[in-house]
Each structure stands twice: as C-alpha cells, then as structure tokens.
C-alpha cells in the first residue's frame, strides 16, 4: 500500500510507535493529532525533548534519572539512609514515589537477572548496591522487584551477597490484591496470598 504521507511525517509515525503502548494505528492517531496542533503540542514536544536529550543524567549513586547527579532523591536530607528500596527499573522508582509507600533511599538495578536473555550480574548495578550496603549505614534492604521468575532469582542472588553484612533483607508481599476477588486471580496468586497470610 503506497504511503498517504511524506517521508518526515511517516518517520515521526514510526517513532512514536515504538514508545510502549502506542502501536501504529495509535502513532498514527498521535502523529495527526500532533501535526494538527503543531503550535500549541508539536514545536514546545520538541523543543522539551531537546533539552532532555542535552539535560538529562542517571544518578550515578541510585540509577534514577534526573538532571542532576546526584538526583533530587539522593539529594533530599529528609530521607532515611538506613534503608534502600531495591527496584529494577526507574519507573518502579517513580511508581513508589507516586503512591509515597518508602521515605527511604533508593537503588535500580536496571533490570533481572535472566539468563534466557543473557543478563547477569555484572549487567545490572548489584556491586554498587552492595557496596552501599559495606558502608555500614543500612539497616534494612527492601527487595521491591516485580514477582516474575527473574525477580525472584534476582532477589534470591541479592539476599546472599548481602547475608555477610547483617542487614535486614525484606521483600514485598504477594498475594490478593486490595479489591481484588478471588475468583479473578490465577494459581500463582493465591498460593502466594496463602504463604504469606498474616494474623488477624
């Protein structure tokens, strides 16, 4: 099928389909919208990617990114240094901080150890963690990774280097989610919600 649009127009579609969550027709429909509104969305989108492709740094102590490094986290003296949340990606980073669930500091890995995917240990930022942790200030690690079988390996790895150093190693609880009907969830779920049940 011969292209509707030129070159430019057709490249900006192809980009934007490969930001998670917009496929082609969903690009194509935020391309157009973009175009249309090329004063008010598309030169001030361009000119804010701009400065965030010039700008924007990973925080060399915790992995977040911002426009400083240290980052603004790692910078807030509000925050305890005796415990670190664990996570994988910077938008699990960002989705803690969004529900306020930690005041505590920080560490992405940038990713799980798998080994399908060629992925270990010296891929991911665990010697920085762990290097954290020698300094002797934390007291308990949060291992805050998504309950997948990499994430569960992941942890399991990150709990023995750190067993030499004395801290508290905790990790998120699984189970039934609130709101969540029993009947919805699958097997995994609820034999994890059953492990994990507390005392009323």
């Known amino acids: 099928m011969a292209s509707v649009t030129g070159p430019e127009i057709e490249r900006l579609i192809q980009l934007l389909a490969r930001v998670p969550g917009l496929g082609p027709r969903s690009a194509r429909r935020a391309a157009l919208h973009l175009v249309k509104k090329r004063e008010q969305l598309l030169g001030p989108l361009a000119d804010a990617m701009q400065v965030a492709n010039e700008r924007i740094l990973t925080c060399s102590e915790c992995g977040n990114i911002d426009t400083s ?3 603004t986290l790692c910078c807030d003296p509000r925050r305890d240094d005796t415990l670190i949340v664990v996570v994988e990606d910077v938008a ?9 669930a930690s005041n505590g500091r920080y560490h ?7 080994a399908l995917d060629g992925v270990g240990p010296k891929d991911l ?5 762990v290097a954290r942790v020698a300094s002797g200030q934390v007291k308990e690690v949060i291992l805050a990774l998504n309950a997948t079988v990499d994430g569960q390996t992941t942890a399991h790895y990150v709990t023995d280097l750190l067993a030499p150093y004395g801290v508290l190693v905790s990790r998120l609880a699984h189970g039934v989610p609130v709101g969540g009907e029993l009947d919805y969830l699958d097997d995994g779920t609820l034999h994890a919600a059953m492990r994990q049940r507390t005392t009323v």
């Not at 699990?92 to 306020?100: G, M, N, S, V, Y």
């Not at 992405?108 to 798998?114: A, I, N, Q």
């Open 92 to 100: 699990d980073l960002w989705a803690l901080e969004r529900a306020q």
């Open 69 to 71: 490094d240290p980052c």
């Open 125 to 129: 930022m665990i010697e920085g963690l």
């Open 108 to 114: 992405v890995l940038g990713g799980v150890l798998s």
